[in-house]
Protein backbone atom coordinates (compact mmCIF):
# COMPACT_ATOMS: atom_id res chain seq x y z
CA UNK A 1 0.00 0.00 0.00
CA UNK A 2 1.28 3.78 -0.95
CA UNK A 3 1.95 5.65 2.66
CA UNK A 4 1.42 9.46 3.51
CA UNK A 5 3.43 11.66 1.24
CA UNK A 6 5.71 13.95 2.88
CA UNK A 7 5.64 16.81 4.71
CA UNK A 8 6.14 19.82 2.75
CA UNK A 9 9.84 20.96 2.17
CA UNK A 10 11.90 23.12 4.54
CA UNK A 11 11.58 26.03 1.40
CA UNK A 12 7.91 26.30 1.58
CA UNK A 13 6.62 29.97 2.16
CA UNK A 14 3.54 31.12 1.62
CA UNK A 15 0.14 30.26 1.05
CA UNK A 16 -2.34 30.17 -1.90
CA UNK A 17 -5.46 29.48 -1.88
CA UNK A 18 -6.15 28.62 -5.85
CA UNK A 19 -9.38 27.47 -7.81
CA UNK A 20 -7.29 27.17 -10.94
CA UNK A 21 -7.26 23.08 -11.24
CA UNK A 22 -11.05 22.91 -10.39
CA UNK A 23 -12.13 25.79 -12.91
CA UNK A 24 -9.94 24.02 -15.40
CA UNK A 25 -11.37 20.70 -15.12
CA UNK A 26 -14.36 21.48 -15.23
CA UNK A 27 -14.85 23.55 -18.56
CA UNK A 28 -16.23 22.06 -21.65
CA UNK A 29 -13.87 21.00 -24.84
CA UNK A 30 -13.21 24.03 -26.91
CA UNK A 31 -10.49 25.38 -29.29
CA UNK A 32 -8.15 25.85 -27.09
CA UNK A 33 -7.81 22.11 -25.89
CA UNK A 34 -7.71 21.50 -29.62
CA UNK A 35 -4.88 23.80 -30.07
CA UNK A 36 -3.43 22.25 -27.21
CA UNK A 37 -3.55 18.83 -28.53
CA UNK A 38 -2.14 20.49 -31.57
CA UNK A 39 0.50 22.11 -30.85
CA UNK A 40 2.26 20.33 -27.84
CA UNK A 41 0.30 16.24 -29.33
CA UNK A 42 2.52 16.59 -32.24
CA UNK A 43 5.46 15.76 -30.71
CA UNK A 44 4.40 12.05 -30.83
CA UNK A 45 4.32 12.35 -34.65
CA UNK A 46 7.59 13.33 -34.40
CA UNK A 47 8.86 10.75 -32.69
CA UNK A 48 6.45 8.09 -35.00
CA UNK A 49 8.38 9.48 -38.08
CA UNK A 50 12.18 9.43 -36.53
CA UNK A 51 11.37 5.07 -35.41
CA UNK A 52 10.11 4.77 -39.05
CA UNK A 53 12.36 6.79 -40.80
CA UNK A 54 15.18 4.42 -38.94
CA UNK A 55 13.52 1.42 -39.52
CA UNK A 56 12.82 2.18 -42.74
CA UNK A 57 16.17 3.39 -44.12
CA UNK A 58 17.84 -0.14 -42.53
CA UNK A 59 18.95 -1.36 -45.64
CA UNK A 60 19.91 1.94 -46.92
CA UNK A 61 22.33 2.17 -44.49
CA UNK A 62 23.78 -1.30 -45.55
CA UNK A 63 24.00 -0.53 -48.97
CA UNK A 64 24.95 3.09 -49.29
CA UNK A 65 29.36 2.27 -50.12
CA UNK A 66 30.05 5.08 -47.56
CA UNK A 67 28.45 3.91 -44.43
CA UNK A 68 27.92 0.14 -45.16
CA UNK A 69 26.32 -0.53 -41.40
CA UNK A 70 25.67 -4.19 -40.79
CA UNK A 71 22.51 -5.81 -38.99
CA UNK A 72 24.51 -5.27 -35.61
CA UNK A 73 25.33 -1.65 -36.87
CA UNK A 74 21.44 -0.60 -37.43
CA UNK A 75 20.51 -1.67 -34.16
CA UNK A 76 23.49 -0.45 -31.85
CA UNK A 77 22.65 2.96 -33.94
CA UNK A 78 18.63 2.42 -32.72
CA UNK A 79 20.03 1.77 -29.09
CA UNK A 80 22.09 4.77 -29.41
CA UNK A 81 18.56 6.70 -30.16
CA UNK A 82 17.22 4.96 -27.24
CA UNK A 83 19.92 5.88 -24.65
CA UNK A 84 19.64 9.10 -26.07
CA UNK A 85 15.91 9.12 -25.26
CA UNK A 86 16.89 7.88 -21.85
CA UNK A 87 18.78 10.42 -20.42
CA UNK A 88 17.20 13.62 -22.01
CA UNK A 89 14.12 12.70 -20.46
CA UNK A 90 15.95 12.27 -16.96
CA UNK A 91 17.15 15.74 -17.38
CA UNK A 92 14.88 17.76 -19.01
CA UNK A 93 12.08 16.33 -16.99
CA UNK A 94 13.96 17.43 -13.80
CA UNK A 95 14.76 20.94 -15.05
CA UNK A 96 10.73 20.92 -16.20
CA UNK A 97 9.57 20.70 -12.69
CA UNK A 98 12.07 23.28 -12.02
CA UNK A 99 11.96 26.46 -14.65
CA UNK A 100 8.57 25.33 -16.32
CA UNK A 101 6.75 23.38 -18.81
CA UNK A 102 6.71 26.24 -21.50
CA UNK A 103 10.62 26.93 -21.24
CA UNK A 104 11.22 23.50 -21.79
CA UNK A 105 8.92 22.20 -24.72
CA UNK A 106 10.80 24.88 -26.80
CA UNK A 107 14.27 23.72 -25.54
CA UNK A 108 13.73 19.95 -26.38
CA UNK A 109 12.09 20.89 -29.73
CA UNK A 110 15.29 22.65 -30.75
CA UNK A 111 17.64 19.98 -29.92
CA UNK A 112 15.58 17.45 -31.91
CA UNK A 113 15.37 19.81 -34.96
CA UNK A 114 19.49 20.46 -34.80
CA UNK A 115 20.37 17.04 -34.06
CA UNK A 116 17.84 15.40 -36.64
CA UNK A 117 19.40 17.41 -39.38
CA UNK A 118 22.70 16.29 -38.14
CA UNK A 119 21.74 12.80 -38.88
CA UNK A 120 21.21 13.56 -42.43
CA UNK A 121 24.79 14.92 -42.51
CA UNK A 122 26.48 12.30 -41.00
CA UNK A 123 29.56 10.60 -42.47
CA UNK A 124 29.82 7.17 -40.63
CA UNK A 125 28.99 5.10 -37.97
CA UNK A 126 29.82 6.75 -35.03
CA UNK A 127 28.64 9.94 -35.83
CA UNK A 128 25.49 8.92 -37.02
CA UNK A 129 24.59 7.15 -33.64
CA UNK A 130 26.23 10.40 -32.28
CA UNK A 131 23.53 12.29 -33.69
CA UNK A 132 20.70 9.50 -33.27
CA UNK A 133 21.82 9.94 -29.50
CA UNK A 134 21.40 13.87 -29.39
CA UNK A 135 18.07 13.33 -31.35
CA UNK A 136 16.47 11.15 -29.20
CA UNK A 137 17.77 13.07 -26.52
CA UNK A 138 15.35 15.37 -27.86
CA UNK A 139 12.21 13.30 -28.13
CA UNK A 140 12.85 12.34 -24.50
CA UNK A 141 12.83 15.49 -23.28
CA UNK A 142 9.82 16.29 -24.81
CA UNK A 143 8.01 13.52 -23.70
CA UNK A 144 8.50 14.68 -20.06
CA UNK A 145 7.76 18.34 -20.41
CA UNK A 146 4.74 17.60 -23.47
CA UNK A 147 2.91 14.66 -20.84
CA UNK A 148 2.90 17.22 -17.99
CA UNK A 149 1.43 19.77 -19.76
CA UNK A 150 -1.21 17.84 -21.45
CA UNK A 151 -2.21 16.76 -18.33
CA UNK A 152 -2.43 19.60 -16.41
CA UNK A 153 -4.88 21.70 -18.92
CA UNK A 154 -7.08 19.23 -20.41
CA UNK A 155 -10.06 18.59 -18.15
CA UNK A 156 -10.10 15.64 -16.18
CA UNK A 157 -13.23 13.65 -17.63
CA UNK A 158 -11.44 13.89 -21.17
CA UNK A 159 -8.39 13.01 -19.96
CA UNK A 160 -7.74 9.55 -20.63
CA UNK A 161 -8.86 9.54 -23.95
CA UNK A 162 -7.50 12.75 -25.11
CA UNK A 163 -3.99 10.97 -23.08
CA UNK A 164 -4.35 8.11 -25.62
CA UNK A 165 -5.31 9.47 -29.16
CA UNK A 166 -2.23 11.89 -28.33
CA UNK A 167 0.34 9.23 -27.72
CA UNK A 168 -1.22 7.38 -31.04
CA UNK A 169 -0.62 10.10 -33.09
CA UNK A 170 2.86 9.01 -33.31
CA UNK A 171 1.85 6.37 -35.82
CA UNK A 172 0.62 9.78 -38.06
CA UNK A 173 4.44 10.42 -38.01
CA UNK A 174 5.38 6.73 -38.65
CA UNK A 175 2.90 7.04 -41.82
CA UNK A 176 4.79 10.36 -42.98
CA UNK A 177 8.17 8.27 -42.69
CA UNK A 178 6.82 5.30 -44.61
CA UNK A 179 5.17 7.33 -47.13
CA UNK A 180 8.69 9.32 -47.36
CA UNK A 181 10.83 6.03 -47.52
CA UNK A 182 8.63 5.13 -50.86
CA UNK A 183 9.90 8.01 -52.20
CA UNK A 184 13.33 8.98 -51.17
CA UNK A 185 14.47 4.95 -50.88
CA UNK A 186 13.21 4.90 -54.73
CA UNK A 187 16.91 4.28 -56.67
CA UNK A 188 15.02 5.62 -59.81
CA UNK A 189 14.58 8.78 -57.85
CA UNK A 190 17.76 8.82 -55.18
CA UNK A 191 20.54 8.00 -55.16
CA UNK A 192 21.12 5.17 -52.17
CA UNK A 193 23.54 7.22 -50.40
CA UNK A 194 21.60 10.31 -50.66
CA UNK A 195 17.47 8.75 -50.44
CA UNK A 196 18.28 8.02 -46.45
CA UNK A 197 19.82 11.59 -45.62
CA UNK A 198 17.16 13.62 -47.27
CA UNK A 199 14.15 11.54 -44.64
CA UNK A 200 15.66 13.30 -41.85
CA UNK A 201 15.46 16.75 -43.14
CA UNK A 202 11.53 15.96 -42.79
CA UNK A 203 11.80 15.59 -39.46
CA UNK A 204 13.59 19.10 -38.85
CA UNK A 205 11.09 20.54 -41.45
CA UNK A 206 8.31 19.70 -39.38
CA UNK A 207 10.04 20.39 -36.09
CA UNK A 208 10.26 24.48 -37.80
CA UNK A 209 6.72 24.92 -38.07
CA UNK A 210 5.81 23.28 -35.08
CA UNK A 211 7.55 26.09 -32.96
CA UNK A 212 6.27 28.58 -34.34
CA UNK A 213 2.60 27.00 -33.52
CA UNK A 214 3.81 26.57 -29.97
CA UNK A 215 4.14 30.41 -29.27
CA UNK A 216 1.00 31.05 -28.15
CA UNK A 217 0.55 28.21 -25.51
CA UNK A 218 0.60 29.57 -21.87
CA UNK A 219 2.40 28.13 -19.40
CA UNK A 220 0.27 25.83 -16.75
CA UNK A 221 -1.50 27.32 -13.86
CA UNK A 222 -0.81 24.51 -12.16
CA UNK A 223 2.72 24.94 -12.01
CA UNK A 224 2.47 28.85 -12.09
CA UNK A 225 0.21 28.61 -8.04
CA UNK A 226 3.01 26.39 -6.90
CA UNK A 227 5.87 28.79 -7.70
CA UNK A 228 3.59 31.92 -5.99
CA UNK A 229 2.42 33.35 -9.53
CA UNK A 230 -1.46 32.23 -8.66
CA UNK A 231 -2.50 36.12 -9.99
CA UNK A 232 -0.62 35.15 -13.47
CA UNK A 233 -2.31 31.16 -13.29
CA UNK A 234 -5.51 32.95 -12.40
CA UNK A 235 -5.32 35.40 -15.69
CA UNK A 236 -4.31 32.86 -17.90
CA UNK A 237 -7.98 30.68 -16.73
CA UNK A 238 -9.90 33.96 -16.70
CA UNK A 239 -8.78 34.00 -20.62
CA UNK A 240 -9.26 30.32 -21.58
CA UNK A 241 -12.70 30.77 -19.95
CA UNK A 242 -12.90 33.96 -21.81
CA UNK A 243 -12.01 32.70 -25.04
CA UNK A 244 -14.76 29.58 -24.65
CA UNK A 245 -17.37 31.83 -24.19
CA UNK A 246 -16.52 33.80 -27.45
CA UNK A 247 -17.05 30.46 -28.50
CA UNK A 248 -20.49 29.99 -27.51
CA UNK A 249 -19.79 27.64 -24.73
CA UNK A 250 -21.45 27.31 -21.16
CA UNK A 251 -18.69 27.90 -19.10
CA UNK A 252 -19.84 28.01 -15.33
CA UNK A 253 -19.47 31.03 -13.20
CA UNK A 254 -20.41 29.46 -9.98
CA UNK A 255 -17.58 29.37 -7.25
CA UNK A 256 -15.44 26.17 -8.00
CA UNK A 257 -13.39 24.07 -5.10
CA UNK A 258 -10.26 25.87 -3.95
CA UNK A 259 -6.95 24.05 -3.32
CA UNK A 260 -4.64 25.25 -0.61
CA UNK A 261 -0.47 24.93 -1.59
CA UNK A 262 2.48 26.54 -0.05
CA UNK A 263 4.63 28.14 -3.07
CA UNK A 264 7.89 26.73 -3.62
CA UNK A 265 10.58 27.80 -5.69
CA UNK A 266 11.44 23.95 -6.14
CA UNK A 267 11.32 20.92 -4.71
CA UNK A 268 14.33 19.35 -3.56
CA UNK A 269 15.58 15.80 -5.59
CA UNK A 270 15.58 14.30 -1.42
CA UNK A 271 11.95 14.93 -1.04
CA UNK A 272 10.93 13.93 -4.64
CA UNK A 273 12.09 11.05 -4.69
CA UNK A 274 10.99 10.12 -1.04
CA UNK A 275 7.52 10.75 -3.02
CA UNK A 276 7.92 8.50 -5.98
CA UNK A 277 9.62 5.66 -4.11
CA UNK A 278 8.75 5.78 -0.81
CA UNK A 279 4.99 7.47 -0.48
CA UNK A 280 4.10 5.80 -3.79
CA UNK A 281 6.12 2.87 -4.05
CA UNK A 282 3.14 0.79 -5.21
CA UNK A 283 2.56 3.21 -8.34
CA UNK A 284 6.06 3.12 -9.05
CA UNK A 285 6.24 -0.22 -9.70
CA UNK A 286 3.30 -0.37 -11.64
CA UNK A 287 4.40 2.52 -13.58
CA UNK A 288 7.63 0.44 -14.07
CA UNK A 289 6.21 -2.51 -14.55
CA UNK A 290 4.30 -1.03 -17.97
CA UNK A 291 6.65 1.29 -19.14
CA UNK A 292 9.60 -1.70 -19.16
CA UNK A 293 7.24 -4.19 -20.75
CA UNK A 294 5.88 -2.00 -23.18
CA UNK A 295 9.20 -0.38 -24.25
CA UNK A 296 10.56 -4.30 -25.06
CA UNK A 297 7.91 -5.62 -26.81
CA UNK A 298 7.93 -2.12 -29.17
CA UNK A 299 11.46 -1.36 -29.84
CA UNK A 300 12.23 -4.93 -29.92
CA UNK A 301 9.91 -5.10 -32.67
CA UNK A 302 9.35 -2.49 -34.76
CA UNK A 303 13.17 -0.74 -34.96
CA UNK A 304 14.06 -4.64 -36.34
CA UNK A 305 10.84 -5.20 -38.55
CA UNK A 306 12.61 -3.86 -42.05
CA UNK A 307 15.34 -6.76 -41.51
CA UNK A 308 12.54 -9.55 -40.60
CA UNK A 309 10.96 -8.33 -43.92
CA UNK A 310 14.11 -8.32 -46.03
CA UNK A 311 15.83 -11.02 -44.55
CA UNK A 312 12.88 -13.61 -44.06
CA UNK A 313 10.29 -13.10 -46.87
CA UNK A 314 12.31 -11.07 -49.28
CA UNK A 315 11.16 -7.45 -49.46
CA UNK A 316 13.09 -5.15 -51.30
CA UNK A 317 14.42 -2.03 -49.08
CA UNK A 318 12.52 0.62 -51.62
CA UNK A 319 9.03 -1.32 -50.83
CA UNK A 320 9.40 -1.19 -47.32
CA UNK A 321 7.18 1.91 -46.43
CA UNK A 322 4.71 0.29 -48.29
CA UNK A 323 4.38 -2.13 -45.65
CA UNK A 324 4.60 0.03 -42.44
CA UNK A 325 1.45 1.90 -43.84
CA UNK A 326 -1.05 -0.80 -42.35
CA UNK A 327 0.80 -1.10 -39.16
CA UNK A 328 0.57 2.49 -38.64
CA UNK A 329 -3.00 2.45 -39.39
CA UNK A 330 -3.73 -0.05 -36.89
CA UNK A 331 -1.24 1.08 -34.30
CA UNK A 332 -3.20 4.91 -34.31
CA UNK A 333 -6.92 3.37 -34.59
CA UNK A 334 -6.02 1.44 -30.75
CA UNK A 335 -5.88 3.99 -28.72
CA UNK A 336 -8.26 6.63 -30.50
CA UNK A 337 -11.07 3.57 -30.77
CA UNK A 338 -10.44 2.34 -27.07
CA UNK A 339 -9.52 5.78 -25.10
CA UNK A 340 -12.76 6.30 -24.93
CA UNK A 341 -13.26 2.85 -22.19
CA UNK A 342 -10.50 4.28 -20.26
CA UNK A 343 -12.63 6.61 -19.10
CA UNK A 344 -15.90 4.95 -18.95
CA UNK A 345 -14.74 1.04 -18.25
CA UNK A 346 -11.68 2.49 -16.20
CA UNK A 347 -8.20 2.29 -16.13
CA UNK A 348 -7.53 -1.06 -14.79
CA UNK A 349 -9.97 -3.10 -16.60
CA UNK A 350 -8.87 -1.51 -19.97
CA UNK A 351 -4.99 -1.62 -19.19
CA UNK A 352 -4.95 -5.19 -18.28
CA UNK A 353 -7.24 -5.87 -21.26
CA UNK A 354 -4.98 -4.53 -23.87
CA UNK A 355 -1.57 -5.80 -22.59
CA UNK A 356 -2.57 -9.42 -22.21
CA UNK A 357 -4.22 -9.47 -25.76
CA UNK A 358 -1.09 -7.65 -27.09
CA UNK A 359 0.92 -10.75 -25.02
CA UNK A 360 -1.43 -13.66 -26.21
CA UNK A 361 -1.87 -12.46 -30.08
CA UNK A 362 2.04 -12.32 -30.40
CA UNK A 363 2.54 -15.33 -29.18
CA UNK A 364 0.10 -16.14 -31.58
CA UNK A 365 1.82 -14.73 -34.50
CA UNK A 366 5.79 -15.80 -33.46
CA UNK A 367 4.21 -19.70 -33.60
CA UNK A 368 3.08 -18.97 -36.98
CA UNK A 369 6.13 -17.22 -37.95
CA UNK A 370 8.48 -20.06 -36.88
CA UNK A 371 6.75 -22.79 -39.22
CA UNK A 372 7.06 -20.62 -42.01
CA UNK A 373 2.99 -19.95 -42.30
CA UNK A 374 2.79 -16.47 -43.15
CA UNK A 375 3.87 -14.32 -45.95
CA UNK A 376 5.01 -10.56 -45.90
CA UNK A 377 1.52 -9.79 -46.14
CA UNK A 378 0.35 -11.60 -43.71
CA UNK A 379 3.19 -10.65 -41.43
CA UNK A 380 2.27 -7.66 -41.78
CA UNK A 381 -1.32 -7.59 -40.98
CA UNK A 382 -0.64 -9.90 -37.49
CA UNK A 383 1.55 -6.83 -36.90
CA UNK A 384 -0.98 -4.91 -37.37
CA UNK A 385 -3.86 -6.51 -34.95
CA UNK A 386 -1.47 -7.11 -32.50
CA UNK A 387 -0.26 -3.26 -32.34
CA UNK A 388 -4.20 -2.33 -32.21
CA UNK A 389 -4.08 -3.79 -28.68
CA UNK A 390 -0.58 -2.86 -27.87
CA UNK A 391 -0.72 0.62 -29.07
CA UNK A 392 -3.47 1.46 -26.18
CA UNK A 393 -1.17 -0.47 -24.16
CA UNK A 394 1.98 1.41 -24.34
CA UNK A 395 -0.21 4.70 -24.54
CA UNK A 396 -1.58 4.03 -21.03
CA UNK A 397 1.71 3.49 -19.25
CA UNK A 398 2.19 7.19 -20.01
CA UNK A 399 -0.99 8.26 -19.13
CA UNK A 400 -0.69 6.10 -15.76
CA UNK A 401 3.00 7.69 -15.14
CA UNK A 402 1.39 10.70 -15.92
CA UNK A 403 -1.46 11.06 -14.02
CA UNK A 404 -0.86 8.75 -10.44
CA UNK A 405 2.05 11.14 -9.23
CA UNK A 406 2.24 14.82 -7.32
CA UNK A 407 2.04 17.96 -9.24
CA UNK A 408 5.89 19.22 -8.24
CA UNK A 409 7.00 16.09 -9.51
CA UNK A 410 5.16 15.21 -12.12
CA UNK A 411 7.79 15.90 -14.95
CA UNK A 412 10.26 14.04 -13.36
CA UNK A 413 8.16 10.68 -13.02
CA UNK A 414 7.49 10.85 -16.81
CA UNK A 415 11.14 11.20 -17.03
CA UNK A 416 12.61 8.55 -14.22
CA UNK A 417 9.62 6.27 -16.01
CA UNK A 418 10.31 6.90 -19.42
CA UNK A 419 13.92 6.42 -18.74
CA UNK A 420 14.24 3.39 -16.73
CA UNK A 421 11.16 1.25 -18.69
CA UNK A 422 13.15 2.36 -21.93
CA UNK A 423 16.75 0.95 -20.51
CA UNK A 424 15.43 -1.83 -19.23
CA UNK A 425 13.37 -2.73 -21.62
CA UNK A 426 14.18 -0.55 -24.84
CA UNK A 427 17.79 0.21 -25.28
CA UNK A 428 19.30 -3.49 -25.57
CA UNK A 429 15.84 -4.90 -27.47
CA UNK A 430 17.01 -3.36 -30.67
CA UNK A 431 20.55 -4.26 -30.45
CA UNK A 432 19.65 -7.78 -29.41
CA UNK A 433 17.28 -8.15 -32.20
CA UNK A 434 19.23 -7.00 -34.45
CA UNK A 435 22.00 -9.74 -33.52
CA UNK A 436 18.60 -12.36 -33.54
CA UNK A 437 17.41 -11.73 -37.27
CA UNK A 438 21.10 -11.53 -38.22
CA UNK A 439 21.30 -15.33 -37.05
CA UNK A 440 19.00 -16.00 -39.81
CA UNK A 441 17.38 -18.45 -37.38
CA UNK A 442 13.53 -18.36 -37.02
CA UNK A 443 13.73 -20.06 -33.74
CA UNK A 444 15.99 -17.60 -32.20
CA UNK A 445 13.58 -14.98 -33.44
CA UNK A 446 10.90 -16.26 -31.94
CA UNK A 447 12.44 -16.74 -28.86
CA UNK A 448 12.89 -13.08 -28.55
CA UNK A 449 9.00 -12.64 -29.50
CA UNK A 450 7.80 -14.89 -26.51
CA UNK A 451 9.87 -13.17 -24.42
CA UNK A 452 8.21 -9.91 -25.25
CA UNK A 453 4.81 -11.64 -24.89
CA UNK A 454 5.41 -12.94 -21.79
CA UNK A 455 6.48 -9.40 -20.52
CA UNK A 456 3.14 -7.92 -21.54
CA UNK A 457 1.22 -10.60 -19.50
CA UNK A 458 3.35 -10.54 -16.62
CA UNK A 459 2.29 -6.84 -16.45
CA UNK A 460 -1.19 -7.12 -17.13
CA UNK A 461 -1.45 -9.73 -14.14
CA UNK A 462 0.15 -6.90 -11.92
CA UNK A 463 -2.01 -3.89 -13.17
CA UNK A 464 -5.56 -6.30 -12.43
CA UNK A 465 -3.52 -6.20 -8.81
CA UNK A 466 -2.40 -2.25 -8.22
CA UNK A 467 -3.17 0.03 -11.02
CA UNK A 468 -4.75 2.98 -9.53
CA UNK A 469 -8.51 3.67 -10.50
CA UNK A 470 -7.91 7.78 -11.79
CA UNK A 471 -10.59 7.75 -14.11
CA UNK A 472 -12.43 11.14 -14.79
CA UNK A 473 -10.94 12.26 -11.20
CA UNK A 474 -8.92 15.56 -10.84
CA UNK A 475 -5.23 14.97 -10.78
CA UNK A 476 -4.94 16.64 -7.12
CA UNK A 477 -7.44 13.67 -6.06
CA UNK A 478 -5.52 11.18 -7.51
CA UNK A 479 -2.27 12.66 -6.30
CA UNK A 480 -1.93 14.86 -3.52
CA UNK A 481 0.20 17.76 -4.21
CA UNK A 482 3.07 17.29 -2.35
CA UNK A 483 2.88 21.28 -1.71
CA UNK A 484 -0.58 20.71 0.03
CA UNK A 485 -1.52 23.18 2.69
CA UNK A 486 -4.78 21.49 4.16
Wanted: charged content about 15%; aromatic content about 12%.
Amino acid sequence: MDTPAAAPSPDARRIVRTDAPARLDRLPWGRFHTLVVSALGVTWILDGLEVTVAGSIAVALKEDPSMAFSESDIGLAASAYLAGAVLGALFFGWLTDRLGRKKLFFVTLALYLAATALTGLSWNLWSFCLFRFLTGAGIGGEYAAINSTIQELIPARFRGWTDLAINGSFWIGAAMGAAGAIVLLDPALFAPETGWRMAFFIGAALALFILFMRAWLPESPRWLVTHGRAEEAARIVQDIEAGLRREGAHVPTEPAGETALRTRSHTPLGEAFRALFIAHRTRAAVGLVMMASQAFFYNAIFFTYALVLTRFHGVAAKEIGWYVLPLALGNFLGPLLLGRLFDTLGRRVMIMFTYAASGVLLALAGALFVRDLLDARQMTLAWSAIFFFASAAASSAYLTVSETFPLEVRALAIAIFYAVGTGVGGVAAPYVFGALVQSGSREAVFAGYLFGAALMIVAAVFVYFFAVAAERKPLEAVARPLSAAD
